[in-house]
């Protein structure tokens, strides 16, 4: 074994893209011969993706004031949901206890012991959105500050806004200048870092994509309640636009196929499943719609034909995480405003995705290895 080295993300419980990116991360970074754990942070507040999580079941319960019959119906809604939530986040733990090595270990702002920076022989931050301010993450361990600088590795962290709040921007600047090693998984990211301390950082794909589909297919799942008919698989964050979900019901009814719909609380049986079983349906579904990152990524790698719809109520830096991706790949015609003008719902063209695919890992796997320390003995 070269060391060990400490992995810090977002460890909520509650997010596919997280757990599957985290996991990712650990098996390229395990193939360079390091012992890998992730470090698990204890935040102090509730982070943005939870309480989005809660605002969305509570958007979701129809509630009216002044009428008691209402009101009891609604505590009894809110009741099922909790539980349909909490049977989610077990299978999620089940799935990170079964393929995610996480340390003994946990750390906070407020409690940091002093031999982790010693334990390890270096430290990653990322991926995912580790570094957006607005989801209560972005504080000094994200930045990986407790760690002697020679050891700080950013891989592919994302902002998740186009624009830093005035009032951080001295902080982020600070935290930025001590990392020798930094990249980032969007273009929006690059400009601010440009913004901030002037240098240019290189744009690297989500762990996710340096993992082939053979070894994304050893850990899926079949889920007991899976169709035996072909079928449609949702994967829509949020609310679905008005002409997106037109469209689902025509194709559903026109070629026949069951609806499934993971995002759905009202589909409970398939909204609790595990990442496992997450993506064993997007391997096997005729046709995915979705307005998730991770749901793009999953059927680009398993080469399923796919529609990718903005996400509503989000600003633009919000979608630019997959506008880069598509970009990347050659895949933008699979953004539905194009897609409704073309009528290829199902026409995925992925002939040179593996060219693209293998061009981006390369560029991913040699910055690894500089920022590790690595050379290939030729």
């Known amino acids: ?207 996710t994509l340096l993992l082939d589909k053979k070894k994304w297919k050893s850990i899926t799942q079949v889920d007991i309640n899976k169709p035996n008919q072909e079928y449609l698989l949702t994967y829509i964050l949020g609310e679905i636009p008005p002409d997106v979900k037109e469209a689902i019901n025509l194709l559903s009814k026109k070629y026949n196929l069951k609806l499934v719909n993971l995002a759905d609380l009202k589909d409970s049986k398939r909204y609790v499943v595990g990442p496992a079983e997450f993506l064993d349906y997007i391997n096997s579904a005729k046709l995915i719609i979705t307005n998730s990152f991770h749901g793009a990524v999953f059927s680009i790698l398993f080469e399923r034909p796919f529609i990718v719809a903005d996400r509503l109520g989000n600003s633009p830096s919000m979608n630019s995480r997959i506008d880069t991706l598509l970009k990347k790949l050659n895949l933008l015609d699979r953004k539905w405003e194009m897609v409704k003008k073309s009528k290829e719902y199902f026409n995925s063209d992925f002939s040179n995705t593996p060219r693209l695919l293998e061009y981006e890992r390369n560029k991913a796997l040699m910055f690894l290895k500089k920022a590790l320390n690595i050379r290939d003995n030729k």
């Open 1 to 207: 074994m070269r060391g060990k080295i400490g992995i810090l993300t977002i460890n909520d419980y509650s997010n596919y893209g997280n757990r599957l990116q985290n996991y990712a991360l650990q098996e390229v970074l395990k193939s360079f011969d390091y012992e890998v754990e992730t470090i698990v942070q204890d935040r102090p507040v509730l982070s943005g993706r939870s309480r989005s999580i809660i605002m969305k079941i509570k958007d979701f319960i129809i509630s009216s004031k002044g009428n008691r019959l209402q009101s009891i119906k609604s505590r009894i809604q809110s009741k099922m949901y909790s539980q349909v939530r909490k049977e989610k986040i077990s299978n999620l733990r089940s799935f990170t206890s079964k393929y995610i090595n996480e340390a003994s270990v946990r750390i906070s702002i407020n409690d940091i012991p002093e031999f982790v920076a010693q334990e390890y022989t270096f430290f990653v931050t990322g991926s995912d959105q580790v570094w957006n301010p607005n989801f209560g993450f972005a504080n000094s361990i994200d930045f990986l500050e407790f760690a002697p600088t020679s050891k700080r590795i950013a891989y592919a962290p994302s902002f998740g806004v186009s624009n830093l709040p005035q009032e951080l921007e001295d902080n982020f600047r600070s935290y930025l200048q001590q990392i020798d090693h930094l990249s980032v998984r969007e273009n929006t990211g690059a400009v601010i870092i440009e913004d901030l301390i002037g240098i240019n950082v290189p744009v690297l794909v989500d762990p």
